[in-house]
């Protein structure tokens, strides 16, 4: 198993430029490596107050967005050039009614505290750069209202970060966690309400209140 190596292009990963061309990636491959993620989302078939952290540029918010019609989302995202971007697209989709953004980190605990309780909180791919995923579990978990479900969607880190992939791609997977690493953040909050499903090269971790 390789070895995790955590992201070190963070600052190119969030810049304008590079903003733009996640949007045009997403648009180009969205559908198909968002598809796993997606399909999980909708099969919860939750409705009321969604919270997703760290959307990028938004494109998988519109497709949550235009299939949840009863549902608004508070998105929160740590890079104000992917909250522009996103803002624009949500505004192109017709969709700004439906979608908040908020600039800030999942680590913000007042500020995740501050934006009220949850029935759905997801986040797709986003897991892999937070400094500290036990606490930001914590705080999320905190978020939830009485029925809520947290849904994490990632990479799993596995042998793929062994081959010469596009080099964004491969430092995502080298910075992700295995199966066996997310447990145990799980087992350190004393949650037992949790499922970790395996679908390759991807993780989901569902957490129930
Ligand atoms: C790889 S992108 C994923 C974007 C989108 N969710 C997707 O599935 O393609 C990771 C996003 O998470 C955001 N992010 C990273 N750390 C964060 C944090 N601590 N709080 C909120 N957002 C964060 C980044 O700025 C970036 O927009």
Do not use: C
């Amino acid at each position: 198993m390789p070895k995790r190596i955590p992201h070190t292009d963070f600052e190119v990963l969030t810049g304008k430029n590079t903003a733009e061309e996640y949007l045009e990636m997403q648009k180009r491959l969205g559908k198909f490596y968002l598809k796993g993620f997606l399909n999980e989302l909708m099969a919860q078939n939750r409705k009321g107050k969604y919270l997703e952290i760290g959307p990028g540029p938004g494109f998988q918010t519109a497709i949550i967005a235009e299939n949840n019609p009863e549902s608004e989302i508070t998105a929160v995202e740590l890079s104000a050039n992917m909250i522009n971007i996103a803002t624009r697209y949500i505004e192109e989709k017709g969709l700004s009614d439906k979608v908040h953004f908020v600039e800030g980190s999942v680590e913000d605990e007042s500020l995740i505290q501050n934006l009220g309780k949850f029935d759905l909180i997801y986040t797709s791919f986003s897991l892999h750069h937070w400094k500290n995923p036990v606490n930001s579990i914590r705080i999320l978990y905190n978020a939830l209202n009485d029925d809520g479900l947290l849904f994490i969607y990632d990479f799993g880190r596995n042998w793929l970060a062994y081959l010469p992939l596009e080099r964004g791609i491969r430092e995502s997977i080298r910075a992700s966690y295995t199966p066996k690493e997310i447990e145990s953040m799980i087992k350190e909050l004393h949650v037992e309400n949790y499922q970790i499903k395996k679908r390759f090269p991807y993780i989901s971790l569902f957490v129930r209140k």
